[in-house]
């Protein structure tokens, strides 16, 4: 089993930034990708980003390259989102998830493991 937890939402302006956090615990040696997604009201959710664990590879969805950059502290057994220049169309639930199985950009099908979600309010 592997456990996720993040942290780091809150209400935010538009062009604000904001740091994510996602602490992993249990199994880490089974995890081989870690990302990021997100689901507004009414709409499905949406895959942003994914990292390996192990290797150098990420991944990001074209709705945010540019602005948001994942990243990983293996000590720390963290994964992160930074997002600048936030928009009011940013604002969702955030959740990471964990997948032991890669390749990275294939977490919307491989996904194994959630978090319980944190939530970003970007106001116009």
């Known amino acids: 089993q592997v456990q996720l937890v993040e942290s780091g939402g809150g209400l935010v302006q538009a062009g604000d930034s904001l740091r994510l956090s996602c602490v992993a615990s249990?199994?880490?040696?089974?995890?081989?990708?870690l990302g990021w997604f997100r689901q507004a009201p009414g709409k499905e959710r949406e895959f942003l980003s994914a990292l390996s664990w192990i290797y150098s590879d990420t991944y990001y969805a074209d709705s945010v390259r540019g602005r948001f950059t994942i990243s990983r502290d293996n000590a720390k057994n963290t994964l992160y989102l930074q997002m600048n220049t936030l928009k009011p169309e940013d604002t969702a639930v955030y959740y990471c998830?964990?997948?032991?199985?890669?390749?990275?950009?294939?977490?919307?099908?491989?996904?194994?493991?959630w978090g319980q979600g944190t939530q970003v309010t970007v106001s116009s």
């Open positions: 249990g199994r880490m040696s089974y995890v081989y990708t």
């Open positions: 998830a964990a997948a032991g199985t890669g390749p990275i950009s294939a977490l919307p099908v491989a996904a194994e493991y």
